[in-house]
């Protein structure tokens, strides 16, 4: 039983490992020393899910062929700390607050493979994307009617961490 608890374990962190460098990890806690150097503060977010969209050209004896494998992998980066509100009652640590605000700039096809992470609403993602990116200031959709969606689009989308009330989910909609 030890032996095999032994191998799991093994393998399992060799699986992590891979995670973390498949999700390039080390180059985001560079990024958070560099921004620990010059404000004085480093944020990384992770583990989070995201999709992966994994391709694979195969030889079969019928030819040649594609494999495309969707999975979910977790993933870690820097956030920068202009983009990031904590609860102002949180006091030195933000692990004291009730929530966390996160404010990330995204494009059109980061904003499509949200739909595809369990947690986000890809009816309501749809929907967004059909609308267009609204500025934050205004309200008012950046895209002319009519026009096409493009490339250099952004999306502002804000993450919420932290707990809601019953109350919060019922004004919400969700009951």
Known sequence: KIERADDAAKKAEKRIYDWHVEGRRTSHVRKVIFDSGRLGVGVLKGPFPEHY????????????????????????????????????SCGESIHNGKFLFERDDINARQLQDLSKVPGYLPEEIKKIMEEGPKSAFTGVTKRMRGDRPNDKETYEVWYFHGFLSRRDLMDAGYK
Do not use: F, H, Q, T
């Open 53 to 88: 969209r994994r391709r694979a050209v195969v030889k079969a004896l019928e030819g040649i062929g594609m494999v495309i494998k969707d999975e979910i992998i977790p993933k870690s980066r820097c956030i920068s700390v202009w983009n990031l509100y904590p609860d102002g």
